[in-house]
């Protein structure tokens, strides 16, 4: 069965973190699934929106919903938030006829109409119950058996239940499997389910955020972490190409790499550390890079 | 020495009333004792609502047909002038807890909603969802921190000085650091809450409603009041006695016995599982006595079924229900029925109190007010939504009566010090003894005796038994100690003591309802199944003495309403 | 019979130099939650164990722990439903996080009480009562956005696990601002200002870091987290600027004249130049990198169909002023029953 998916790429992949967008288009279609990308989609509000004026939030979002709802297709999104944020407005929209009625009026000033016919998915959630994590096994040319990885999961892909739903929240497993899966080594840490900071950084940078970068990316490396791995680009680049100013701001050297979980599974499935992007990362990968060759 | 003009012992709704009322006076200092902090307060689970007619649902209702529906309610043992007093001050205060800015539901006009509650003319009972006492409670102690208010959180009352018939201070415990303290205090208000705990796990009450103060206070010499009258709930989950309210019932819930009968057929073969409170109650009992019950003891059960209504309506019609079964007791109704038993919800009894204006005990600078207290308004049962009433009404008086008390008296002479010596020795002896008994055995041994003899039966012979019963707990109490010599929150000997509060209060409970050969409200009894206006239109008074019990009995003041037969 | 082990966080000040574990043995009951173990615990086996409780009903927010790892009330879970999930013989419990353990399981609950204080928590009202002496009219609508926050227990769960609390201690926490939003959003209440220049002081409001795992770990639905981002929405509609306020500004621009962020002219936009130069190491890092797209100094490209967008935004403006947006509710449908459309459902 083809797997076929609307592609909701958001802006981090498409701004910050090109590595992530390459990577994901490389191994999904090495997976089998087809990523049908929506170009017309905006950014999700990723939160700042929704703290300023919810309703446009969900207007925007449900324009989101609809264009992949035009194509017939779950819509596949490659960032914790972005994932959050249209799971959100969907919960808010089927939960309440009057808000979708409303939020459709608006819509219809382009012609567009929010029916809540399709989900909204994360590309982890996606390779484990869709691709299947015995497919992945089998397609592993390299596995990362040398490797001690630590996941981090990023706040929304797991919390709040009520939106994400995918795996309890205070004990997810698909990361681990996934790293199972794949041959390595999944390390578990105190920092395995907790924040990195991102969303607080404009307004308490040194006060929150920096802090919360240190903390995690120590907490991989006490248990003696190769790389971390995440699903989100956000977490990603808090941690990576925030991890200077966070060392910085404790004082002490950390040099912590962070792989996006498409990178991670390419390095298995056979793809070059190269078209994965992994030079594109601010903490060196070098070490990793040599390993696997 | 910690000294003030009011102690108020007890941070629930009416103790917190109290102090909000006695703050308002800056001439006068003012303490708040509790053993836990404020809004751990039972007051918090009251979730049904708070009586007052304020007719904005119904304009034709008044504070006259409250006082009526009361008085029934009583089953005419409540002191109709002080009924009266309540159903008239009742809008008042609803009105004075709004402005203080409880969020009560509302209609659609931006008035406060209201609606039906059980043995109520009108839709009076105003409310807040299903958390009326949680959000009355939490904006009482906002107010008294808004007020500064002096509190003394997670401290413990171990005895009431009196000296000459007058308040002198309390002996109490500073949990945080195990510090034996006498505390000065010219007028001392207790509001410590209710003794359903005496069946221990059979209850709907929180763990610490241990009726500390009225032990208290009957030690001391103060009577108690109405003992005997417990208000039971039919069903209550098996583990805990939390309560299951009646809407699994109302939904089409089935009671069933071991036999996979429903068993309601016998008892109620109109109105099955929907028939009156106190018949559900009894019926299930008698199918547990009878043996078409599961599990043993304490922890034996029926059914209630709710599979046949299927997921779909479970879940739509009733996720409360269905979350708690699965939280408190494991079990998900859509899977597997829920194992229920009768539970004690209220006591009617409690402080004798001799004013209801000032809610004064007999002895000078003593005031009770709250469920620890027995006005009485309640008299043999009490209304739904009149708790939380009687907890605002006379709280707020109470504190300014005590005010006014503590203004009128001068500082005395009076050795305190001497007490907490003394006091302090008997704790360290405590600590150090070495205990030969278990708490838990006591204290499930007392719940069962209470449970299934002086319980939702009552008869003459069981009941003696019962009282022989306590006295050997009494016993065997004098052999346990709390077990640990720890300093800082030793709760074990917070409970160790609230065991022997119990152990007294259990005997009044039992002695009290032996004596009253009648039925009346919720004392049920199967050798005297009718009310006996003649003989028993009283109050009991249970004094403390070293040999149980001495009962006395005090009229009930009737001024409008000749008692009647009560039919609903 | 089936047993399990509780390992209890113990620690007596006036005895021990540092934290242990201790570890009873108890049967797995059906029926027991971990409240009643800690009880059975302290009953059986050891007396001197000390924790905080008292309704057993989750209702007075007395017992919070963390159970492996994750702050609950004990009173509100089963044995055998916390053993199952995360699989495992052993429960450890732990006091609640982010404050100070005094004894075992017990936590400093002043120091909360102290915060809550700085917020005023307490009802001002906007007016005198009505002539009439009764109560202040509020609309149910009004009444509906206060409804759930009035649910807090203060049960300092969503405390124990914040993010940002962790991270620094001056937060005040998503109880706390919750509480805060309680006040700020009653119709009735007169200093919403007040408490808003509270809140905002040095930003306060906006250090949460958006985890979720206030809103996770309440056991009353109370929504902390979504009490966080109202209070932030009112302090916007009450023309507070802030930096989320600035934030929220530039991705509402960016959305309405490109469709996506765009991230390289963020700090710029977010802090002023002088702020861009504080980035621009970053700004260099990220170019050399190779992650940046040189395009975005200059403005960048547009999503496809954006005259969509445009018509959406300003028709949504207009729209929005005859809404009354619900709150959400139902926030705590176990997971499992959530995601229909990919397992059959």
Request: proline share 5%; net charge neutral; glycine share 8%.
């Amino acid at each position: 069965m083809a797997l076929k998916y609307a592609f909701y790429t958001g802006c981090s992949a498409k701004g910050v973190a090109p590595e992530l967008y390459d990577s994901t288009k490389l191994v999904a279609e090495k997976l089998g699934m087809e990523l049908i990308e929506l170009e017309a989609a905006t950014c999700c509000g990723a939160g700042a929106v929704q703290e300023k004026d919810e309703f446009l939030s969900l207007t925007i979002n449900a324009r989101n919903l609809a264009l992949a709802e035009e194509l017939g297709l779950d819509m596949l999104t490659i960032c914790n938030t972005c994932t959050l944020m249209l799971r959100e407005a969907k919960f808010k929209l089927d939960n309440d006829p009057e808000l979708k009625a409303a939020v459709n009026e608006v819509l219809k000033e382009a012609g567009l109409e929010y029916k809540g016919t399709i989900e909204v998915t994360h590309f982890l959630w996606e390779v484990i119950d869709a691709v299947g994590l015995d497919k992945i096994k089998s397609m592993v040319v390299r596995p990362l058996r040398e490797f001690n990885i630590a996941p981090f999961y990023g706040c929304h892909i797991i919390r709040p239940p009520y939106l994400t739903g995918y795996e309890d929240p205070d004990n997810p497993s698909s990361i681990e499997r996934l790293i199972e899966a794949i041959g390595g080594n999944p390390v578990d840490h105190d920092a395995r389910l907790a924040c990195c900071g991102f969303h607080s950084f404009w307004s308490a940078e040194d006060k929150v955020t920096l802090k919360l970068t240190a903390m995690d990316t120590q907490a991989a490396k006490k248990q003696q972490a190769d790389f971390m791995v995440t699903p989100c680009p956000l977490c990603h680049t808090q941690l990576d190409a925030m991890q200077p100013e966070a060392e910085e701001k404790i004082g002490v050297n950390i040099g912590m790499p962070v792989l996006h979980l498409p990178q991670m599974i390419g390095l298995a499935i056979g793809l070059k550390p190269k078209e994965l992007g992994l030079h594109k990362h601010v903490i060196s990968t070098k070490a990793i890079i040599e390993k696997v060759a | 020495m910690l000294s003030y003009d009011v102690l108020i012992v007890g941070a629930g709704g009416a103790g917190l009333m109290a102090a909000l009322e006695a703050s308002k006076a800056k001439d006068v200092k003012v303490g708040v004792l509790t053993k836990v902090y404020p809004t751990r307060s039972h007051t918090g689970a009251a979730q049904g609502g708070i009586n007052a007619a304020l007719a904005n649902f119904d304009p034709s209702d008044s504070p006259e047909v409250h006082t009526f529906d009361t008085v029934k309610g009583s089953d005419y043992l409540g002191d109709q002038d002080a009924i009266e007093f309540m159903c008239y001050e009742a809008p008042k205060r609803i009105y004075e807890l709004e402005h203080l800015g409880v969020p009560f539901s509302r209609l659609p006009d931006g008035r406060i909603a209201q609606r039906p509650f059980g043995g109520a003319g009108f839709p009076r009972t105003c409310y807040a969802a299903d958390k009326t006492g949680h959000v009355i409670l939490h904006t009482l102690y906002e107010q008294c921190l808004k007020n500064d208010v002096e509190f003394l959180n997670e401290w413990f009352v171990t005895e009431l000085i009196i000296d000459n018939n007058e308040a002198k201070g309390v002996i109490a415990i500073d949990i945080r650091n195990g510090e034996v303290h006498a505390i000065k205090a010219k007028a001392i208000i207790f509001a410590t809450g209710g003794y359903a705990r005496v069946y221990w796990v059979r209850n709907t009450n929180a763990i610490g409603s241990t009726g500390d103060g009225m032990a208290i206070c009957y030690r001391a010499g103060i009577p108690l009041k109405d003992m005997e009258f417990v208000q039971f709930h039919p069903t209550g989950l098996r583990s805990t006695g939390i309560l299951v309210t009646e809407g699994a019932r109302g939904e089409g819930g089935y009671l069933i016995n071991n036999k996979g009968e429903r068993f309601m057929a016998r008892y109620a073969p109109q109105k099955m599982e929907l028939g009156p409170r106190d018949l559900v109650a009894r019926s299930i009992e008698t199918e547990i006595l009878e043996g078409r019950g599961w599990g043993e003891g304490m922890m034996a059960y029926v059914h209630l079924d709710l599979r046949h209504l299927g997921a779909k309506k479970i879940k739509e019609r009733l996720p409360q229900i269905r979350q708690l079964c699965i939280d408190f007791e494991g079990v998900d109704p859509i899977e597997e029925p829920i194992p229920v038993r009768p539970t004690a919800h209220y006591s009617m009894g409690g402080i004798d109190v001799r004013d209801y204006k000032t809610s004064m005990t007999g002895v000078n600078g003593v005031f009770a007010v709250g469920e620890c207290a027995c006005v009485s308004v309640h008299g043999a049962n009490r209304l739904g939504g009149n708790s939380l009433l009687d907890l605002v009404v006379f709280g707020k008086p109470a504190g300014a009566a005590a005010v006014e008390y503590a203004r009128s008296k001068s500082a005395d002479n009076f050795n305190l010090k001497a007490e907490e010596d003394r006091a302090r020795r008997e704790i360290e002896a405590l600590l150090k003894k070495e205990s030969k008994e278990n708490i838990n055995n006591i204290r499930m041994e007392m719940a069962q005796t209470m449970w299934d003899k002086v319980g939702i039966f009552r008869e003459e012979k069981p009941m003696l038994e019962a009282i022989e019963k306590i006295k050997e707990l009494k016993e065997r109490y004098k052999l346990l100690a709390p077990g640990d010599s720890g300093k800082i929150f030793n709760t074990a000997l917070i409970n160790y003591i609230e065991l022997g509060y119990l152990l007294d209060l259990a005997e009044a409970i039992a002695v009290t309802a032996v004596l009253r050969k009648e039925s009346r409200g919720a004392h049920a009894r199967r050798d005297y199944p009718s009310r006996d206006d003649e003989n028993f239109l009283k109050h009991s008074l249970a004094y403390y003495t070293p040999e149980g019990p001495k009962v006395e009995y005090s009229e009930v003041k009737i001024t409008k309403y000749q008692p009647q037969e009560r039919t609903y | 019979m089936e047993k399990f082990k509780l390992k209890v966080f113990r620690y007596d000040p006036t005895k021990d130099d540092k934290p242990y574990y201790q570890t009873y043995e108890l049967p797995v009951e059906k029926g027991m939650t971990v409240l009643a173990a800690l009880f059975k615990a302290k009953e059986e086996q050891d007396s001197s164990i000390s924790f905080r409780y008292n309704c057993r009903a989750a209702i007075c927010g007395s017992c919070a722990v963390r159970i492996n790892g994750h702050a609950t009330l004990a009173c509100k879970v089963q044995v055998k439903h916390m053993l199952e999930k995360y699989n495992t013989d052993t429960l450890v419990i732990e006091p609640t996080g982010n404050i100070k353990p005094l004894k075992d399981l017990v936590y400093d609950m002043d120091w909360v009480i102290d915060k809550l204080k700085k917020i005023q928590p307490w009802f001002i009202p906007k007016e005198e009562p009505p002539a009439d002496g009764k109560e202040y009219r509020q609309d149910p609508y009004d009444h509906h956005k206060i409804d759930f926050a009035s649910d807090c227990i203060l049960c300092n769960s969503c405390m124990s696990d914040c993010n940002a609390l962790k991270a620094n201690k001056d937060f005040l926490g998503p109880m706390v601002i919750s509480k805060a939003y309680r006040f700020i959003a009653d119709s009735r209440d007169g200093a919403k200002r007040e408490r808003l220049e509270t809140v905002l002081k040095d930003f306060n409001l906006e250090w949460c870091v958006r985890c979720m795992e206030c809103t996770t770990r309440c056991p009353k639905e109370v929504q902390p987290y979504e009490n966080i981002i109202r209070t932030r929405i009112i302090a916007a509609e009450e023309g507070f600027k802030s930096p989320g306020e600035i934030h929220a500004e530039i991705f509402e621009q960016d959305i309405y004249n490109r469709g996506l962020l765009n991230e390289m002219l963020l700090p710029m936009r977010q802090e002023g130049l002088l702020g861009a130069a504080k980035r621009a190491p970053f700004g260099i890092r990220m170019f050399f990198k190779g992650k940046v797209n040189i395009a975005d100094f200059f403005g960048g490209h547009k999503v496809k169909r954006h005259d969509e967008v445009k018509k959406i935004m300003d028709k949504a403006k207009e729209v929005k002023k005859n809404i009354k947006i619900k709150l959400i509710s139902d926030v705590h449908t176990p997971y499992e029953d959530k995601r229909k459309s990919k397992q059959g459902g």
